[in-house]
């Protein structure tokens, strides 16, 4: 079928040259046979081409490999198998259907297979929204070796949907780092245990320095030996992720939206407070109660959590934090700690909200999160060569100011504040909670 073959830039070139010859034979009456004998010979040429390339084709076959989860903000990569059966080597080149989300539209490869061997060839991609991802068909160009006037197009029903989770990629990188003794290479802190521990372990033989407080009487008179009582830090201590889905979250920074890396960033804390023997639930809002998934340890809890934060919608609306602290109220009976993902970029919009977070932080330990736009961040460090330079740096350096000052403002009224670039957000968050449990300041 005549739709399947496209002409190549070679068969434009020859074409071009053809035309220079046939406008030359007006001078020279000689050549104009030659030159008629010379297209007839490309044209035969050209349909040997064709059929050739049609035969060979149905041995030249491709496949697309694609990972069934593919991770939020993640650098990935698609593997092409393409296999030639055929005795000679032949260029081709790749066109995928790519999910829309994407927005690809030139080839994805082209290279060369030798005769009678495998290749595999990468593509890179980075999936920056949370969702069903549709793979089409591939589009496979063949042509030969040398510069050839047609090649010949074969489609493979390679169609395949995959769904885009928060990134699972990063949780477990943070999970073997933070637990790594290289910790502290990746900005995980070390804080300085304050006080005792006080969630009873077991008992064991006195050692020199133990604590003479901590030393167990009975057991000491039944065994004749000092017996000294081992704690640990507390367990199942009830932690809950709160993301905001309103419109202060739909800020993008590298090229994902504020909601997207504090849905990553819920995830791989998650992880982290699990490996740490605690409970994690989450709740989500906007104009209304998102999701709300009670606090556990159980082995499917991350699953869970994972499979709320995928389903995630948002309309980007005013937040209503009134009906998050009735619902934290009416579903959260016991003291807990709560990281609250959330944004404020005016003085205004925090002190219409303070009351509520105020109310939260009474019975429980809140830790609110703010972003710096890194964008104003930079423009603060730009050199001024214009009046509308001067004015730009300035707008930003006030613009920072009111979100540092809206940070103090919320500490001197008893809420621990993270003020993080979105970039550190997942480092910062992690210390925070680490820090917490170090200092026992649930």
Aim: net charge positive; proline share 2%; hydrophobic share 40%.
């Amino acid at each position: 079928m005549l739709k399947n073959y496209y002409l190549t830039k070679h068969f434009y070139y020859l074409a071009s040259l053809f035309a220079l010859l046939f406008v030359g034979a007006y001078a020279f009456e000689g050549i104009f046979n030659i030159i008629v004998l010379l297209l007839i010979l490309s044209v035969l040429i050209l349909i040997a081409d064709g059929i050739h390339l049609k035969l060979v084709s149905s041995k030249i076959k491709v496949k697309r490999d694609v990972q069934e989860k593919l991770s939020l903000g993640d650098i990935q990569y698609i593997n092409y198998h393409i296999s030639n059966q055929n005795k000679q080597p032949y260029q081709f080149e790749i066109f995928d259907n790519l999910p829309i989300q994407f927005q690809f539209r030139s080839s994805v490869l082209e290279s060369k297979i030798d005769g009678e061997s495998t290749l595999i060839k990468k593509h890179a991609i980075v999936p920056t929204t949370r969702g069903l991802y549709k793979f089409g068909k591939t589009v496979l160009f063949v042509r030969r070796n040398f510069p050839s006037l047609v090649m010949y197009k074969t489609t493979f029903e390679n169609s395949k949907d995959v769904k885009v989770y928060p990134s699972i990629i990063q949780m477990e990188k943070y999970e073997l780092q933070v637990f790594s003794k290289s910790a502290a290479l990746i900005g995980v802190r070390r804080t300085r245990k304050i006080g005792e521990s006080d969630e009873f372990e077991h008992i064991r033989p006195y050692l020199y320095g133990d604590n003479i407080k901590s030393i167990n009487w009975k057991a000491t008179s039944r065994t004749s030996q000092l017996k000294v009582n081992q704690y640990q830090n507390t367990r199942s201590q009830n932690v809950y992720c709160i993301v905001d889905k309103g419109r202060s979250m739909k800020m993008p920074f590298f090229e994902m939206t504020l909601l997207d890396h504090s849905i990553n960033s819920a995830l791989i804390l998650s992880n982290i407070i699990l490996r740490k023997y605690d409970n994690v639930g989450l709740v989500t809002f906007s104009d209304r109660i998102g999701s709300l998934l009670a606090s556990k340890s159980l082995s499917g809890q991350l699953e869970k959590i994972s499979e709320h934060l995928y389903n995630q919608k948002t309309g980007f609306k005013e937040s209503n934090f009134e009906l998050l602290y009735y619902t934290i109220r009416q579903q959260i009976s016991q003291r807990s700690i709560l990281i609250f993902y959330t944004n404020f970029e005016h003085k205004v919009d925090m002190e219409r909200n303070l009351p509520y977070l105020r109310l939260l932080a009474r019975k429980h330990l809140l830790v609110v999160i703010l972003f710096i736009n890194t964008e104003l961040f930079k423009a603060t460090k730009m050199k001024c060569k214009t009046k509308s330079d001067i004015y730009l740096k300035t707008t930003a350096q006030t613009a920072l100011k009111e979100k540092e000052n809206i940070a103090y403002k919320l500490r001197i009224n008893g809420i621990q504040t993270i003020l993080t670039k979105p970039e550190d957000l997942n480092i910062d968050v992690i210390n925070k909670y680490l820090e917490i449990k170090s200092k026992l300041m649930i």
